[in-house]
Nanobody, 126 residues
Framework: QVQLAESGGGLVQAGGSLRLSCAAS????????LSWFRQAPGKDREFVAGSSRTSSTSYYADSVKGRFTISRDDAKNTVHLQMNSLEPEDTAVYYC???????????????????WGQGTQVTVSS
């Protein structure tokens, strides 16, 4: 059973930075496409960033390009999301997602893969 556990959320002022981490267990980490999603109150869950299995390609939502960076450490079974220049609009619960079924990134961006973490709250004050 694959399990994902996020950490690193918290309260930060606008313009600040946070680094989220997601630790995975129960699977061959390098076989997963990894993503971060977020869900703000009253809004649908949305794709934030993704990393292909080989980490050769990263994907970002337009709203976070140039501010957020996804990285993975296959040796430590961990994926990170470095978030800089945070804005109040970035306030949300952030979820880690993993997929090993080979879904296209078009599909992963829309609905994510099979495995989800429990989420970590990020709050950006103005």
């Amino acid at each position: 059973q694959v399990q994902l556990a996020e950490s690193g959320g918290g309260l930060v002022q606008a313009g600040g930075s946070l680094r989220l981490s997601c630790a995975a267990s129960g699977g061959t980490f390098r076989s997963f496409a990894l993503s971060w999603f977020r869900q703000a109150p009253g809004k649908d869950r949305e794709f934030v960033a993704g990393s292909s299995r080989t980490s050769s390609t990263s994907y970002y939502a337009d709203s976070v390009k140039g501010r957020f960076t996804i990285s993975r450490d296959d040796a430590k079974n961990t994926v990170h999301l470095q978030m800089n220049s945070l804005e109040p609009e970035d306030t949300a619960v952030y979820y880690c997602n993993a997929d090993r079924s080979g879904l296209s990134w078009a599909t992963l961006r829309l609905r994510g893969g099979r495995y989800w973490g429990q989420g970590t709250q990020v709050t950006v004050s103005s």
